[in-house]
């Protein structure tokens, strides 16, 4: 029995339903003073993957507002800070780390202008086989589109293996993680109690030797006065 000749088409198409399907983001950005809180948007990427940040921002120089644009990871690595941004700004980078990174805007009012104004802002991120240009290497490598397109899937399913890849080492330190704590946890509960049991019995042999070392309590009497001290002190307790 031969296979389905569709079968080709609907593994390409399997496969394309784990591809990241981007689109742009649009907002206002609002002009105020210089010092005030930025406004950022977040993505995760894994390490060695090339992004791709292309930011449009309307308006022109010298409208009283300057947009700047500062992008960096968790981690505190520095991958841009264009100034004054108008029209579109492209940057491109390569991950250090397996960490998320924040697109941050901000747009500052210069003094002596009214508030009020503001710009708009489209902000578009492509990661990984997203972000490279498949038409460049289609000419330059004279490719025909369905192999262009193999190609990028290709790229594609080995992003998604390497994020499983390392959300399973993630989920791997976690559970050991989560094992050592049970483990110190039990120890602690046990040397707790056994803590509590020494102490109860020292309690015991002290108190026996006080009272047989006071000559005016006869020793017929010691163990009713022991009782009489525990019980007492579980009261007070």
């Known amino acids: 029995m031969q296979p389905s000749q569709s079968m080709p088409s609907l593994l390409v198409l399997a496969v394309s339903l784990f591809s990241v399907v ?13 010092g005030h809180r930025q ?24 409208d009283g507002q300057q947009v700047n644009i500062h992008i960096r990871d968790a981690l505190g690595n520095e991958y841009g800070r264009p100034k004054d941004v108008v029209g579109e700004a492209r940057m491109a980078f390569t991950s250090h780390a397996n ?3 924040d697109v941050c805007f901000e ?25 490279r240009d498949w038409s460049a290497i289609q000419a330059a490598e004279k490719l025909k589109p369905v ?27 976690l559970r050991d993680t989560n094992e050592s704590t049970n483990e110190r946890v039990k120890w602690f509960g046990f040397s707790i109690m056994a803590t509590l049991v020494g102490l109860g019995a020292w ?23 022991i009782n009489q ?8 307790i």
């Open 147 to 173: 192999e262009i397109e193999l190609r990028r899937i290709e790229e594609v399913v080995a992003e998604v293996v390497s994020q499983m890849d390392y959300l399973r080492s993630r989920e791997q330190k």
């Open 99 to 101: 960490a998320a990174f």
């Open 229 to 236: 001290w525990i019980f007492r002190s579980k009261h007070l």
């Open 203 to 225: 309690q015991v042999v002290y108190l026996r030797a006080y009272f047989r070392s006071v000559v005016i309590i006869p020793e017929r009497n010691e163990e009713m006065l």
């Open 107 to 131: 747009n500052n009012l210069d003094s002596g202008h009214a508030y009020g104004p503001s710009r708009s802002v489209e902000l578009d991120v492509d990661i990984g086989a997203d972000a």
């Open 22 to 34: 981007g689109s742009a983001l649009k907002f206002d950005l609002a002009a105020e003073p210089v």
């Open 39 to 62: 406004r950022c948007i977040r993505n995760f990427v894994a390490t060695d993957t090339l992004v791709v940040v292309t930011a449009t921002v309307s308006g022109h120089k010298g």
